[in-house]
Each structure stands twice: as structure tokens, then as C-alpha cells.
């Protein structure tokens, strides 16, 4: 009898399995500043090691991991950063993707160290944002924001648009790369809680602060504004209950004009034969975190259609969420 199989590559088990070393070692070379030491050129082993005060059999180590994976390329023993490492981990780019590193690292991991529990139980650990913990977690949860914002404008023409409502969002980053795109556009950013003035800050940092409003409201019992022909809802779902999301569909409808447009950004399980790894991925983080929900896109289309949306399109972000666009009937 035989015990082999033949084309039974256990290949992709072991790469998901040793997932969590790569990761590692990505926050560690992050961390010691790898990365932005070889923005002042190719290095070998050694270099590297000058540059950055590891020691070289480290330096070594994680150059040779982050060249497997594509982070660095390596020709004839020099390391150097690839393209997307040097714009987002390298200071090559106006993103700079470290905050989020750390966040991981800090924060997310020690969660994910208890996931088993967390899958028996569907609750999540207490997350503990004590002292410099909450620095590190807003810099990294913003920092990711900043990067979705930044895909979105690459994948989704704000030009046509006059009038845009950030409806219940956290991060003016989105509203921000909206007005730069779109020139002579206005746009009105709507939310709750304290982080209202981050986003005002982002929107002046960004130099559109003139062209935006800045409203301090509960999304599901404030006034709601009218007359917008784009409303964008970033990030909102995943953070309330069904119920609640059904509320703030049918308010962000009531803020749009006639033929408007709702981009409606976050991560979807779906129903395709290949269900998209990023966003599954984000559903066991959402749980592991804070208990949130990365709801079925089929399940928040119907929310829409229930609120006088007409769903015409989902799209995926590169390396971020899907973004489900509509219009209004």
C-alpha cells in the first residue's frame, strides 16, 4: 500500500503553517530598521549588519527570509529593497506602513497567541490599551487606513463628484484623498467620538481643511445632511450589529441626492469557489480583537437594497478591503 499520493504537495500547508515565522521576522526587520538601511543603497550580510547594529548571522538571516519572500531581491550576495518595500517600509513614499508593522507586532500578535480559545468561544481577549499601547494601536490602525484611502483614489474616480459625505468613518484620510482628487469638490465628515479632531487635522494636513466640514454627530441619531451625490461609508460596517448597519444605510440614503453614488468600503466573506484570503483573514482578526464582524457581502448588499440602494459593483483594493459600489433608486 502505497503512502505517497502523487501530486499531494504539502507545500501549501507548511507555508501557512510557518506563516507566523515570516511575519515575525518581517516585524523584526522592520523594527531594527533593515529596510530603510538599504534605502542608501544594495549591501551584503555584513553591510547590513554595519548598518543596522545587528549582529550579522540576524542581519543574514532575515535578509535571506525577506528575499524569499519577495521583500528584497539578492544578486551575487547584495541585498536590496524591491519596489514596494522601498516606497512603504524604505521612506521611499509618503505612506509609511512601520506604524502598522509595530501594531502588529505589539498588539495583534498577543491575540492571535490565544485564537484557539478565541474560535471556541467566538470572544475575543480583553484588548489592553494601556499606557503606549494606545499610541501604537491608533498609529497603526490609522496608518492602514491611510494605505485603503490611498488604494481607493487609485481604483475609484472621485472627479465626477461635487458633493461627498464621509458618513460614520474614523479616518479623514478617505475624505482627504477624495478632495485631492477631485478638485472643486466639497465634502462633510460625519462621526462620533474623539477621534472627530484627528480627522480635521488630517483633512488640514492634507490641504483640502478649506473644502471640508467637520460635523461631531452620532451617525445613527444625529441630523443627517442632504443634497450629496457621493456618500462613503469606510469601515463602518464591520463596527456595528446588523440592526444598526441597516439604520445607517438607510441615513446614508437619506443624505444623497437623486442618482447619488454610495461607496461602501470594508472586508466581505463571500460565496466564490476561492473566497478572497485578505478579507477571511481580517474576519478572525476582527474577532480576535475586539469581537467585531466582517459580515457576508451578500447579507450587506441586501441591507442596501432594503435602504434604496441599487448594488452595481464590488471591487477589490490591492492589499486592502473590497469596496461594494452603489447607486441610489
Known amino acids: 500500500m502505497s503512502h505517497t499520493s502523487p501530486g499531494a504537495d504539502p507545500s501549501g500547508i507548511l507555508g501557512v503553517a510557518t506563516g507566523y515565522m515570516a511575519a515575525k521576522q518581517l516585524f523584526a526587520a522592520s523594527e ?18 554595519g548598518r543596522t547594529g545587528l549582529p550579522e548571522r540576524t542581519a543574514r538571516i532575515l535578509a535571506d527570509t525577506m528575499a524569499g519572500l519577495g521583500l528584497l531581491t539578492r544578486v551575487n550576495g547584495q541585498y536590496a ?17 512601520r506604524p502598522f508593522l509595530a501594531f502588529l507586532d505589539a498588539i495583534s500578535y498577543g491575540h492571535w497567541l490565544g485564537f484557539g480559545e478565541t ?30 484611502a490611498r488604494m481607493l483614489a487609485q481604483n475609484f474616480d472621485f472627479t465626477p463628484y461635487a458633493r461627498i459625505l464621509d458618513f460614520g468613518g474614523l479616518s479623514g484620510s478617505f475624505l482627504a484623498e477624495a478632495l485631492r482628487a477631485a478638485e472643486k469638490a466639497q465634502g462633510t465628515f460625519l462621526s462620533g467620538g474623539d ?26 441619531t444625529g441630523d443627517v445632511p442632504e443634497g450629496y451625490d457621493l456618500v462613503l461609508l469606510e ?14 444605510v438607510r441615513r446614508a440614503r437619506r443624505a444623497a441626492a437623486p442618482g447619488a453614488r454610495l461607496v461602501l468600503l470594508d472586508f466581505f466573506l463571500d460565496d466564490a469557489p476561492e473566497q478572497r484570503v485578505l478579507d477571511a483573514v481580517h474576519a ?4 480576535v480583537i475586539d469581537g467585531t464582524v466582517v459580515y ?3 447579507e450587506v448588499r441586501g441591507w442596501l437594497a432594503g435602504a434604496g440602494w441599487e448594488p452595481v459593483e464590488t471591487r477589490a483594493l490591492p492589499g486592502s478591503p473590497r469596496i461594494i459600489i452603489a447607486e441610489a433608486r
Do not use: C, W
Open 235 to 248: 469601515h463602518v460596517v464591520h463596527r456595528y450589529g446588523a440592526e444598526d448597519n441597516q439604520e445607517i
Open 284 to 287: 478572525g482578526e476582527y474577532l
Open 32 to 49: 531594527a530598521g533593515l529596510f530603510a538601511a538599504l534605502a542608501d543603497g544594495p549591501a551584503t550580510a555584513p553591510e547590513l549588519a
Open 296 to 298: 457576508p457581502e451578500d
Open 81 to 97: 529593497n524591491s519596489a514596494g518595500t522601498e516606497f512603504y517600509l524604505g521612506g521611499g513614499g509618503d505612506i509609511d506602513l
Open 119 to 148: 474560535a471556541r468561544t467566538a470572544e475575543p481577549a480583553a484588548l489592553d490599551l494601556a499606557g503606549d499601547r494606545m499610541q501604537t494601536f491608533l498609529g497603526g490602525v490609522m496608518t492602514y487606513n491611510s494605505l485603503h
Open 195 to 220: 477621534l472627530v479632531e484627528f480627522a480635521r487635522k488630517v483633512l488640514e494636513d492634507a490641504g483640502v481643511g478649506d473644502r471640508a466640514e467637520v460635523v461631531q454627530t452620532d451617525p445613527l
